[in-house]
């Protein structure tokens, strides 16, 4: 699932590096201003969840001086990937023995941007191809990681600073909260559950018509292991492929008739775009009249995945509007607004069709934010903490409640 990987990172970072102009963080280069951010920052992981479990951490991405591919050991040295084959072959064990209940331990976090996977009682399975690490796709029944519990945060950490995540994109399993500690001693976090939280969105998910229930994987002894994405679910045949379709119907009969305003960027309140539909296809328009991209109707795919009908290019055009429509729909506010994206929360997920994996997931979290789909920073809705000189970073494994 390199794929994967490849779009939930871009996700966390892709829209500041929008609003600098490039894909400053996707591409590790950093301004000056920040060269005292140090080669390593410590990663405290604290173990709250009350589990007797073994816990194994992994820290697997992208060496950002380099751009190889490989894991960092518990003292953050980087460990190149060896060659994969075809069909992959087993990777080296990346694993770090992590914390007991109760316990904390502290592991170095290099300048990479990938991910730091936690599991339970089990190592997880990782494999190389030809192209490099296979992720694990719990969707497939047959990955050799569908019975682990496990969960995975992402990070870019480069001369500009920690962004750091608490990521629901692609399941909603064991909980966890992330944060960072900044150079005067105050700390961010991000991720954090209500009370009854973990149990509550499962609850939820069941209690929604519709096929949600579906979603939710088990192990073979009843153990709850996670929520799928919407996403996979429609991949999967866990929910109808045309879930969502009685809402993008409303919306483009909507917009053949009015016309559909994005404002994609925070900080440049000009720079606006026109959607309407003509021929069953939304074309948008800058301000001087010209058509600048155009969008097919999406599918369930194309906005649980914001992908296929709803690419978003790493660009100054097509991928903030893309961006930003595809939040729009996953929050169903696209027949309510015609001005996107929408200033507040108050109206996400109101229509009886829309996203319920994203609606019940902020629903349950303390904040309201979380990463319910990929581009939920649009907006800032998602839980992501930044610093740009970071003291240290933290991940806490969080109660199973």
């Known amino acids: 699932m390199l794929r994967t990987l490849k779009r939930r990172l871009t996700a966390v970072v892709l829209s500041l590096a929008t609003a600098l102009g490039g894909s400053l963080l996707a591409t590790g280069v950093s301004s000056p201003a920040h060269a005292a951010v140090p080669d390593t920052i410590p990663l405290t992981i604290t173990n709250n969840s009350a ?77 190389l191809t030809t192209g490099g690490l296979v992720q694990p796709a719990v969707q497939n029944p047959t990955d050799p990681n569908r019975n682990i519990l496990f969960n995975w945060s992402e990070y870019t950490l480069n001369n500009d600073g920690l962004w750091i995540n608490s990521t629901q994109v692609d399941m909603f399993s064991a909980p966890y909260t992330v944060g960072v500690q900044r150079a005067d001693g105050s700390s961010l976090s991000a991720g954090r559950l209500k009370p009854g939280g973990y149990n509550g969105v499962f609850n939820a998910l069941r ?32 929910l109808p492929a045309s879930v969502m379709d009685e809402y993008i119907n409303r919306v483009w009969q909507k917009y053949s008739g009015s016309t559909l305003t994005v404002t994609p960027f925070g900080d440049r309140p000009d720079v606006r775009y026109f959607g ?5 296809v939304m074309h948008f328009t800058n301000s001087s009249g010209a058509v600048v991209t155009s969008f097919q109707k999406p599918d369930a795919s194309s906005v649980f995945g914001c992908h296929r009908n709803l690419d978003a290019p790493n660009d100054q055009v097509r991928g903030p509007i893309s961006r930003t429509l595809c939040a729009a729909f996953n929050r169903t506010t696209l027949f309510s607004n015609a001005q996107q994206p929408d200033a507040s929360a108050a109206g996400f997920y109101q229509e009886p069709v829309t996203n319920h994996y994203s609606r019940i997931i902020h629903a349950h979290m303390a904040d309201g934010k979380a990463y319910g789909f990929a581009f939920d ?15 240290q970073a933290s991940l806490t494994l969080a109660p199973f409640n």
């Open 51 to 127: 589990r007797g479990e073994q816990v194994y951490v992994y820290n697997l991405g992208t060496q950002l001086s380099t751009g190889r591919q490989g894991w960092a050991d518990a003292n953050g040295t980087f460990h190149a990937w060896p060659a994969g084959g075809n069909p992959p072959t087993p990777a080296p064990d990346a694993s770090i023995p992590g914390p007991a209940a109760g316990q904390t331990k502290t592991i170095r976090m290099p300048k990479f941007s990938g991910r730091i996977y936690f599991s339970y009682g089990q190592k997880m399975v990782f494999k």
């Open 207 to 238: 209690g929604q018509s519709g096929g949600w229930a579906n979603l939710i994987q088990t192990r073979p002894d009843g153990t709850v292991l996670r929520a799928l994405s919407p996403l996979y679910g429609v991949e999967t045949g866990a």
């Open 276 to 280: 309407r539909v003509s021929g069953g």
């Open 377 to 391: 920073d649009v907006g800032a809705h998602e839980s992501l903490v930044h610093d740009g000189n970071p003291r």
